[in-house]
């Protein structure tokens, strides 16, 4: 297996006087889906952001190909290849699906925008995401939770990013619209992207994982095979294994 | 194409038996022309339009017009508006459901992967509610679910609906399968072996057509088997009739999931398959195993190949003793195609009684990874002929 697109080594950062992540190594291959499940306030969202850029570590590194490089905002990041869908979808309420898809990114033909490719191009990352978004001009609040979310998820896939940081994409989704985003995991995946899966479902989570990262209060406390038991990650998720203790690998 | 010739019902229920007669071939079927229906349930062709046309207005069948060997033909289907049947089929790391009309159009379709020990209790639940969420999607009131089939990857006696084995389907093993989603959809459930049903839908509509008796093996995460035998789905005493997966191979082998040793499944199965791969390949899945076959990967078309002469040896046994008129195979590693096949024909061939008609014939599933859920289908629509639904009591 060839080394990991994005790494982090010893990664901490602090919001005051709360310590959200503290010395972190967590890798992620191409061809790979890494989930990272925890707590409430374990640090799963932190990481998330310090992967996308959206936070700066205080220690540590972030590596991109093996070499260190400075994550400064979430469109330095998405620059070398690394988008991300956050539980705030930052949408634009009053844009419609195609201006929020294209937000920052537009085509422009000449000096004026290209709102025929841009359509076209917003209807095939829907299609791909097996949307149910009725009209791709109606204004981003008329549409509902689930739908929202598909727009993001939309706006993140533009330009084929390398590595694909989805931060609790199902939260707020009915079960049909749940499977369509771990259906598009599994395509992204067989695509070659790196995905970084941040949730506290540990069902979606174990039903399309690679490798399971465990964090508590900040820390890794185990990294499990995407087929370990759901009391292995339950066990490891409340504490009531050490870090680290030997589990019991599942047959591989 | 197999005669449903039975001895007709008396005086006074004679009509009522032709009629029932022609709504379950239909049923079974999916499409038929006047003159194969004829065939079909031995009927006579004036008979067999008489009711035809008395049940189109009834509103129970459709008739179109179509050609067949050049000459005009009635096509006849069952009515759409009948209602809607749903077919669930649980995978041990995957979940299809769809929705399809009384004629068998399929109005929706939705899969979702799942977690290597799914739990029955909540996978249930979410299943009720994916069904929901798609009755509203293709804007269809509830009351217009007629009835449901489930597959589960483990023997279900068909009876009570419950999955009889002990200690080999964490969180499923005695759980009754149709009581807990009848409770959730208030409709008529009917629960079985996800591979019987795929074998079911493999003899009426798949590779084995026309065919009398089916054997069909679906190679995935686990193996499963399903058998057809005279027209018939076989399930034996508790359901377990079909379970090849459980066929001892190496008496010596490793312990299997089942209590056994050296079952087929613990040798072609895809954890035992992924794990003779070098650790440096990385996490694979079975679907990047076939597909680095396919590619030409020489570890992967090993690992596929003698996998083919594993599954060989256990279904020569399969077929000394029923001898089916055709084998299918379905299932992930199936996609390997040819790959997995010739190994299995060479080793099958080798193994079996040799006879004057030549080896029996393998070919691939062609309903693919909708077998399973098409056999559902086709025994949720059972279900409601059953429950009068159809507009013919039988």
């Known amino acids: ?105 537009e085509t422009v033909r000449g000096p004026l925008l290209d709102e025929v490719a841009m359509e076209r191009e917003a209807w095939r990352l829907l299609d791909q995401l097996a949307a149910s978004v009725p009209e791709v001009r109606e204004p981003v609040r008329t549409l509902s939770g689930g739908q929202r979310q598909v727009v993001a998820v939309a706006r993140a896939l533009l330009g084929s990013p390398r590595v694909v940081v989805l931060d609790e994409p199902t939260a707020s989704l009915g079960v049909r619209q749940t499977a369509e985003v771990l259906n598009l995991i599994v395509r992204l995946r067989e695509r070659g992207h790196a995905v970084v899966l941040v949730s506290h479902q540990a069902g979606d989570l174990q039903a399309v994982a690679d490798r399971i990262l465990v964090l508590r209060l900040g820390r890794v406390h185990d990294v499990f095979d995407g087929d370990a038991s759901y009391e292995d990650l339950l066990a490891a998720m409340t504490g009531a294994v050490r870090p680290g203790a030997p589990h019991r690998r599942g047959q591989r | 194409m197999r005669a449903d010739r039975v001895t007709p019902g008396s005086q006074t229920s004679l009509r009522e038996a032709n009629r029932a007669r022609i709504v379950s071939a239909v049923q079974q079927r999916g499409s038929l022309t006047q003159i194969e229906l004829a065939g079909v349930t031995g009927l006579s062709p004036a008979t067999i339009s008489n009711i035809v046309k008395e049940l189109t207005v009834a509103g129970v069948l459709h008739t179109a017009q179509s050609t067949r060997n050049g000459r005009r033909a009635l096509q006849v289907t069952l009515a759409r508006n009948l209602g809607l049947v749903a077919g669930i089929r649980f995978g041990m790391r995957s979940l299809s459901v769809a929705l399809a009309d009384a004629s068998m159009r399929i109005l929706a379709e939705q899969r979702m992967p799942l977690a290597p020990d799914h739990r029955a209790d909540a996978g249930l639940q979410r299943t009720a509610m994916l069904v929901r969420e798609m009755m509203e999607a293709v804007d269809a009131d509830p009351s217009e679910l007629l009835a449901v089939g489930v597959g589960v990857p483990a023997p279900v006696d068909i009876r009570t609906g419950q999955v009889v084995t002990v200690g080999m389907m964490r969180g499923w093993d005695g759980v009754h399968v149709d009581e807990i989603l009848g409770a959730e959809l208030d409709v008529p459930v009917t629960a079985d072996n996800d591979s019987t049903l795929a074998a079911i839908a493999e003899a009426r509509f798949g590779a084995g057509a026309g065919h009398d008796s089916v054997a069909y093996v679906r190679v995935s995460h686990g193996v499963g088997g399903g058998l057809v035998l005279g027209g018939r789905a076989v399930h034996g005493r508790s359901g377990v009739a079909g379970e090849i997966g459980h066929v001892s191979v190496d008496e010596h082998g490793p312990v299997c999931r089942c209590g056994n040793r050296g079952c087929l499944e613990m040798l072609v199965g895809a954890s035992s398959l992924l794990s003779m791969l070098p650790p440096e390949a990385g996490h694979l899945t079975l679907a990047d195993l076939v597909t680095r076959a396919r590619e030409g990967d020489a570890g992967c078309r090993r690992v596929v190949f003698d996998a083919g002469r594993h599954l060989g040896v256990a279904l020569a046994n399969l077929c000394n003793l029923v001898d089916p008129d055709v084998v299918v195979i379905g299932g992930k590693l199936a996609e390997a195609g040819e790959l997995l096949l010739e190994p299995l024909r060479t080793s099958l061939g080798q193994r079996v009684v040799a006879t004057s008609r030549g080896p029996v014939e393998v070919v691939p599933s062609t309903l693919g990874a909708d077998a399973g859920v098409r056999g559902a289908l086709a025994a949720a629509l059972d279900q409601a002929r059953m429950f009068g639904s159809l507009g013919v009591t039988s």
């Open chain 1, 1 to 105: 297996m060839s080394g990991p697109v994005l790494s982090l080594r010893g990664v901490s950062k602090r919001f005051g006087g709360v310590r959200a992540l503290v010395d972190v190594d967590a890798d992620v291959h191409e061809h790979e889906v890494l989930a990272v499940v925890g707590d409430n306030g374990a640090g799963k969202s932190t990481l998330a952001g310090v992967l996308a850029g959206a936070h700066r570590p205080d220690a540590g590194q972030v590596l991109l190909d093996g070499r260190p490089v400075l994550l400064d905002s979430p469109a330095v990041a998405r620059s070398l290849g690394i988008a991300a869908v956050f539980q705030e979808l930052a949408l634009v309420d009053d844009l419609d699906v195609v201006e929020n898809v294209f937000l920052g990114h």
